[in-house]
């Protein structure tokens, strides 16, 4: 083998070491723990989150950002800690708990005799530009019966289906994108925890507008 050939055989060593030692960041939607604000007046009802189904375009593990010219970018060294989906459910489900003042009872026992709050959410959109803004585009149903355990004349259900379109602003950089996206989930708790509690008082209400 020449001197060239193991210069040659060298610099591809070399490169394909850079390649292999870029970082790998994760990311989560699940907001940092806060300190504990003023107690929450309990919901009334128990609540139970379904899974989530996600725009099948983000639904994977990379980051996936939009570009001005209307392409998408797939980051494959910006990645969800978890499927898109999951850590989609598992933050607005930590959020709505604070909001509700309970746990979610998903796969769980359920009091008799207290009503039923379950949640489905449809994520059509999942917008990321990067150093703009990260915007979310869900619709979300809620289904009340009246017991636990979904038997007898209490368990009659009722359902309304609503949906929210949330922009926020993201600075420069990814952490500040994953922020914003953060952001937009605890204001969909907001609508949803809101418009939850009127209507499992008053179940003619609407949706917000």
């Not at 699940?30 to 375009?57: D, G, N, R, W, Y």
């Not at 796969?107 to 059509?124: A, F, H, N, Y």
Request: aromatic share 6%; net charge neutral.
């Amino acid at each position: 083998m020449t001197v060239r050939t193991h210069l040659l055989v060298l610099a591809c060593a070399l490169g394909l070491s850079a390649c292999s030692s870029t970082p790998t960041h994760y990311y989560t939607l699940i907001a940092p723990a806060t300190q504990a604000s003023a107690s929450v007046a309990q919901a009334p009802f128990q609540f139970e989150m379904q899974p989530v189904l996600m725009a099948v375009q983000v639904d994977q593990p990379p980051l996936v950002v939009r570009q001005g010219d209307g392409s998408l970018a797939i980051l494959e060294n910006e990645r969800w800690g978890a499927p898109l989906g999951d850590e989609f459910h598992d933050a607005l489900t930590g959020e709505l708990e604070r909001r509700f003042g309970s746990r979610d009872l998903a796969g769980l026992p359920k009091q008799s005799d207290e009503p039923v709050l379950s949640i489905r959410t449809d994520v059509r959109r999942f917008e990321s530009v990067l150093d703009h803004y990260a915007l979310i585009d869900v619709v979300w149903n809620l289904s009340l019966r009246g017991n636990g355990n979904g038997n007898g004349n209490g368990s009659k259900r009722q359902t309304i289906t609503c949906s929210s379109i949330i922009r926020q602003p993201a600075g420069t950089g990814m952490e500040s994108l994953v922020l914003a996206h953060q952001k937009a989930v605890s204001d969909l708790a907001d609508t949803i925890a809101r418009t939850a509690n009127q209507w499992a008082r008053q179940t003619n209400s609407r949706c917000p507008s």
